[in-house]
């Protein structure tokens, strides 16, 4: 117990707070597609404290935001594609120097494995329809956003990056 430390789980509350305000709040809202900016806290933290405890933050707001705000039933295998994302981000930006090929990475991984990969797998099970129906609208959806992700990250986390290792977990 003495070697406890606060702060994690202090900076997981708020950006589980953030992700949920941005991924069910803050956001264009259709059945297949839903555009919003809950990325980038799960980014940001995953940047901060690594893989686990992103992918467990990541995790753990989209089971609560789930219960606080979706209309549907809740589905575990968003839950794992959150956990996942959390994990790619934290492995690929946690403690590293942060160039703009480094913070593209683990989006573009994202984006092929997990958003247009996984939760088209999971709204085919969960709808009952051939993952083709979901796959270009999402595709379209991604293309259009990958790189304002990955200038939005970069723009957030920049002015953040001299205050922020002074926090980072080891």
């Known amino acids: 117990m003495r070697n406890f430390n606060a702060k994690p789980l202090v900076f997981a509350g708020v950006f589980m707070a953030l992700t949920i305000l941005f991924t069910y709040v803050f956001s264009i809202q259709t059945p ?12 940001v933290y995953a940047a901060m404290f690594g893989p686990l405890q992103g992918g467990i933050m990541a995790a753990a707001a989209d089971v609560l935001g789930t219960a606080l705000f979706s209309p549907g039933a809740y589905f575990p295998g968003f839950t794992l594609s959150s956990f996942l994302t959390g994990c790619i981000y934290g492995y690929f930006l946690h403690g590293e120097e ?18 247009l990969g996984l ?22 959806k991604n293309i259009l956003c990958l790189p304002v992700n990955i200038l939005l990250f970069s723009a957030v986390y920049k002015p953040l990056s001299g205050f922020l290792p002074k926090i980072t977990a080891k």
């Open 32 to 43: 297949f597609v839903r555009l919003s900016f809950g990325f980038l806290p799960i980014a």
């Open 98 to 115: 942060l160039t703009i090929r480094r913070i593209s990475l683990p989006f573009i991984l994202i984006f092929f494995g997990i958003d």
């Open 119 to 140: 939760n088209t797998l999971w709204l085919s099970i969960l709808y009952h329809k051939a993952a083709g129906v979901f796959f270009l609208s999402r595709l379209i």
